[in-house]
């Protein structure tokens, strides 16, 4: 618990440096998810049938990080791809701006709505400088630009996020480290200026001090920009770092949702305690 109040001492600090601060009672939701379903089947005589995601309703506002929380296999991934549309739903309905997901075509669903995956590394070619897929984002948006156009967008966005483009732009993936690979991958989806940003465990790939600098990135990006982040985690400190509210999963259902606060110090549900209990301290002597 230590940990977790330091933590939330942390993103006070950190928010308190943004002037254009949200109040998220005033806001209106952006995704709405309603009683989604996700089922596989395997076999084709005796047929077996798994669930993926049972009944599942939640919205995300505007300008919000929302956190899924869970352990492997509670189905957290499932909901980020059928967000995404990389799976299709077996029964629910999911709302975009007031709006059915499907009523989108594609380009400008995905100018809407972007990802960070868990491994930035298999987002890019090995035979391509990381400028190549940074370049092919453009082909989503409907004004069509040149390349120095497109070159100066990109190294804008680059400062924006702190970066130096020079010591990044046509270079290989292999050149540079796990953590500039998330943010470039961060930048990549906000040239297109989403409106939700799905994170899949985007800190996992990276070491545990360049971590604080992609959720940093993430919060500034909602403060600033008015971007609304589904965050994906099994990590219960991060998700209290950077979320604003939280929904823990077990085996395809929400068991507990709420506020950070609220569910992390006040849980109900025992699988909730649970999953507070073992984290691990850092203070106190383990007992093994």
Known sequence: MKILRRLLKERELLNAGFTNKIIQNEMGKLLEIENLTKFYTSGY???????AVDNVSFSIKKSEVFCLVGESGSGKT????IVLR???????KILLDGRDIYSYDKKTYWRKVQAVFQDPYSSFNFFYTIDKPLHDAFHLLEKRSSREERKKVIKATFEKMGMNPDEIMGRYPHQLSGGQMQRIL??????LHPELLVADEPTSMVDASTRVSVLNELLRLKEQEKLSVLFITHDLAQAYYIGDRIAIMQKGKIVESGLVEEVIFEPKHPYTKNLIKSVPPLHEKWKL
């Open 45 to 51: 005589i005796l047929t077996e049938k798994k669930v």
């Open 78 to 81: 499932t909901i980020g791809n």
């Open 86 to 92: 990389l799976l299709k739903p077996t029964s629910g």
């Open 186 to 191: 961060i930048a990549r989806s906000f040239i």
